[in-house]
């Protein structure tokens, strides 16, 4: 498939989200079961937003692969592979629409899409160039289980770090890039295709939501980026030798990491791993070191405040995304920068939430921290008005 067939679907893609977007925004008040409000520990703005971000990145998606598919004029298993993606999806829009969930049923959900990209797709771990899990992966039922976890796991690694206006959109931007590039170096199609769509319309989505929080990116949004992610990880590393197994890991360190860490986490304090907390870095970021001048500010200072914290933790990614696109063929190198962004996480953590963030880190917005403004007060008046921000 040519570059310039892909370029046409990836600016098919961007539009497609971004209008989709817009169009939920301003329609929100005719759908207000999709409004999330802000109960919950986890929570971090402080009016109801639009949480179904993920049906304008999903349309974007399938708009993207539309147009690559009528201007090359054949069928490929791109649909296979959608198809495998869209239980994780329409569980997460449930979610988003109906504002609960049971943690066993989305657990079952992306497992099952996960359970149909390795039985559709062929899309299996085999190795990880660990050479104690390689000799069990040899063993099929071991690398089937292994596989399911994987790919279900990074569909909730996303979700998990979806707290603050941008932040896993652009891991998910950086991730499918990251893809797309080292595909077109090995000269794989298929991945680097479907990695620039879905590029495209996180991109298009991004737009929207960011900086202003207009719509959030939902559990939806989180499950088809995270799904497709791991999917075209695992077969742009099996497809193609030359690409460690290492690659995809480092790329997607951060929701990686913050989900295991989390667990642990929450194990060790006597609680669910499936229960919600403020303790996640981007919560610890938002509290600790963006800080007021005093007061709590009004609800648009929050979004500035949200957005700010959201611009410091980009650069985890960002660090990861340089390093495994320098070392995509270096095993060794690939798993000494996992180790590092592992120990550079757990002292960035462990300042945080010991209050030692250096004050030359510390950003301090200044904003009159009195009453609501006058437009969080139209909406206490008003509950069908929309209120664009995080």
Same mark, same amino acid.
């Given at each position: 498939?040519?570059?310039?067939?892909?370029?046409?679907?990836?600016?098919?893609?961007?539009?497609?989200?971004?209008?989709?977007?817009?169009?939920?925004v301003?329609?929100?008040?005719?759908?207000?079961?999709?409004?999330?409000?802000?109960?919950?520990?986890?929570?971090?703005?402080?009016?109801?937003?639009?949480?179904?971000?993920?049906?304008?990145?999903? @349309?974007?998606? !399938? +708009? &993207?692969?539309?147009?690559?598919? =009528?201007? *090359? %004029?054949?069928?490929?298993? /791109? #649909? $296979?592979?959608?198809?495998?993606?869209?239980?994780?999806?329409?569980?997460?829009l449930?979610?988003?629409?109906?504002?609960?969930?049971?943690?066993?049923?989305?657990?079952?959900?992306?497992?099952?899409?996960?359970?149909?990209?390795?039985?559709?797709?062929?899309?299996?771990?085999?190795?990880?160039?660990?050479?104690?899990?390689?000799?069990?992966?040899?063993?099929?039922?071991?690398?089937?289980?292994?596989?399911?976890l994987?790919?279900?796991?990074?569909?909730?690694?996303m979700?998990?770090?979806?707290? @603050?206006?941008? !932040? +896993? &959109?652009?891991?998910?931007?950086? =991730?499918? *890039? %990251?893809?797309?590039?080292? /595909? #077109? $170096?090995?000269?794989?199609?298929?991945?680097?295709?479907?990695a620039?769509?879905?590029?495209?319309?996180?991109?298009?989505?991004?737009?929207?939501?960011?900086?202003?929080?207009?719509?959030?990116?939902?559990?939806?949004?989180?499950?088809?980026?995270?799904?497709?992610?791991?999917?075209?990880?695992?077969?742009?590393?099996?497809r193609?030798?030359?690409?460690?197994?290492?690659?995809?890991?480092?790329?997607?360190a951060?929701?990686?990491?913050?989900?295991?860490?989390?667990?642990?986490?929450?194990?060790?304090?006597?609680?669910?791993? &499936?229960?919600?907390?403020?303790?996640?870095?981007?919560?610890?970021?938002?509290?600790?070191?963006?800080?007021?001048?005093?007061?709590?500010?009004?609800?648009?200072?929050?979004?500035?405040?949200?957005?700010?914290?959201?611009?410091?933790?980009?650069?985890?990614?960002?660090?990861?995304?340089?390093?495994?696109?320098?070392?995509?063929?270096?095993?060794?190198?690939?798993?000494?920068?996992?180790?590092?962004?592992?120990?550079?996480?757990?002292?960035?953590?462990?300042?945080?939430?010991?209050?030692?963030?250096?004050?030359?880190?510390?950003?301090?917005?200044?904003?009159?921290?009195?009453a609501?403004?006058?437009?969080?007060?139209?909406?206490?008046?008003?509950?069908?008005t929309?209120?664009?921000?995080?």
């Amino acid at each position: 498939m040519s570059a310039a067939i892909t370029g046409a679907a990836c600016a098919v893609a961007s539009l497609m989200a971004a209008g989709c977007a817009l169009a939920l925004v301003r329609s929100a008040p005719r759908h207000r079961l999709s409004l999330d409000d802000a109960a919950g520990p986890q929570k971090l703005h402080r009016t109801p937003t639009p949480r179904i971000g993920g049906v304008a990145v999903a @349309l974007g998606v !399938l +708009a &993207g692969v539309c147009t690559e598919q =009528a201007l *090359a %004029g054949a069928v490929s298993t /791109a #649909w $296979i592979f959608l198809a495998c993606v869209m239980p994780g999806l329409i569980w997460g829009l449930i979610e988003d629409f109906s504002k609960r969930g049971a943690v066993l049923v989305r657990l079952v959900l992306t497992g099952i899409s996960a359970m149909l990209g390795f039985v559709l797709l062929d899309a299996r771990i085999t190795e990880v160039g660990l050479p104690l899990v390689d000799s069990l992966l040899a063993v099929p039922a071991f690398s089937f289980a292994f596989t399911v976890l994987a790919v279900a796991g990074a569909g909730h690694a996303m979700n998990i770090i979806d707290g @603050l206006n941008g !932040l +896993a &959109g652009m891991n998910a931007l950086l =991730a499918s *890039a %990251g893809l797309a590039v080292v /595909a #077109w $170096i090995v000269g794989d199609t298929f991945v680097f295709s479907l990695a620039c769509v879905l590029a495209a319309s996180v991109a298009g989505f991004l737009l929207i939501n960011y900086p202003g929080g207009r719509i959030f990116l939902g559990d939806g949004g989180a499950y088809l980026a995270g799904l497709m992610l791991a999917e075209l990880s695992i077969l742009l590393v099996q497809r193609n030798s030359e690409v460690s197994p290492w690659f995809p890991p480092l790329l997607l360190a951060y929701p990686v990491w913050e989900t295991i860490f989390s667990i642990y986490r929450r194990r060790i304090h006597g609680s669910s791993p &499936g229960h919600a907390d403020a303790l996640h870095l981007h919560s610890l970021v938002y509290r600790r070191v963006v800080r007021w001048n005093g007061g709590t500010g009004s609800a648009s200072d929050c979004v500035t405040r949200n957005s700010l914290a959201s611009l410091v933790l980009w650069g985890l990614p960002l660090l990861c995304w340089i390093f495994a696109i320098a070392l995509w063929n270096f095993t060794a190198a690939l798993q000494a920068a996992a180790l590092g962004f592992v120990i550079l996480y757990g002292l960035l953590y462990r300042q945080i939430v010991r209050f030692g963030v250096p004050a030359w880190l510390v950003i301090r917005l200044d904003v009159q921290a009195a009453a609501a403004s006058d437009y969080v007060r139209a909406i206490v008046a008003d509950p069908d008005t929309v209120v664009e921000g995080r």
